[in-house]
Antibody
Framework: EVQLVESGGGLVQPGGSLRLSCAASGFTFGSFALDWVRQAPGKGLEWVANINQGGSGKEYLDSVKGRFTISRDNTKDFLYLQMDSLRAEDTAIYYCARDMTPVTRGWGSWGQGILVTVSS | EIVLTQSPATLSLSPGERATLSCRASQNIDKYLAWYQQIPGQAPRLLIY???NRATGIPARFSGSGSGTDFTLTISSLEPEDFAVYYCQQRNIWPITFGPGTKVDIK
């Protein structure tokens, strides 16, 4: 069974940093690109970042470029999101997500989500 | 950035009725449109990928159609568990974008 489990969320002050982790199991981790997606309280879904299978290719939402860094460890089956210079508008539930298959453009597996709150 | 517009914003229907949800893209996205269902407090669930392919385990009452800029999600006969928010998502061009959602609620 595919499992994605996020951790590392919490309350942080504006301008602070946080590192999210996503532990993966039940599939060949290095065969899949992975994404971070967020949802502000009571709002819709917003894609944040993507990393390809090997980790060499990364894409970011414009509003997080230069502040967030996506990375992965294919030896430990972990996905990460380093979030620096956090703003109030980054407050959201953050999900890691994986396509249903390596050639399918649709996130068939999601983590349970982790709450990040940016507030003084 | 590709903007996705969903209509209607809210759809009030009774169990057993047919639901038709629309998603329009601001430019051609070929077939790379996915639909997700989200129940409050839960992660989204993939229903349809590549515009018309049902994801694993999704009941046959869910179907998707369209290509280019106009797409439709149809729920042939609403079950109680189908009352939720539905999002479309384009995966053709970076950045990946979502529509604002259609809430299907009980009439």
């Amino acid at each position: 069974e595919v499992q994605l489990v996020e951790s590392g969320g919490g309350l942080v002050q504006p301008g602070g940093s946080l590192r999210l982790s996503c532990a993966a199991s039940g599939f060949t981790f290095g065969s899949f690109a992975l994404d971070w997606v967020r949802q502000a309280p009571g709002k819709g879904l917003e894609w944040v970042a993507n990393i390809n299978q090997g980790g060499s290719g990364k894409e970011y939402l414009d509003s997080v470029k230069g502040r967030f860094t996506i990375s992965r460890d294919n030896t430990k089956d972990f996905l990460y999101l380093q979030m620096d210079s956090l703003r109030a508008e980054d407050t959201a539930i953050y999900y890691c997500a994986r396509d249903m298959t390596p050639v399918t453009r649709g996130w068939g597996s999601w983590g349970q989500g982790i709450l990040v709150t940016v507030s003084s | 950035e590709i903007v996705l517009t969903q209509s209607p914003a809210t759809l009030s229907l009774s169990p057993g009725e047919r639901a038709t949800l629309s998603c329009r893209a601001s430019q051609n996205i070929d077939k790379y449109l996915a639909w997700y269902q989200q129940i409050p407090g839960q992660a989204p669930r993939l229903l349809i990928y590549h515009a018309s392919n049902r994801a694993t385990g999704i009941p046959a009452r869910f179907s998707g159609s369209g290509s280019g800029t106009d797409f439709t999600l149809t729920i042939s006969s609403l079950e109680p568990e189908d009352f939720a928010v539905y999002y479309c998502q384009q995966r053709n061009i970076w950045p990946i974008t979502f529509g604002p959602g259609t809430k299907v609620d009980i009439k």
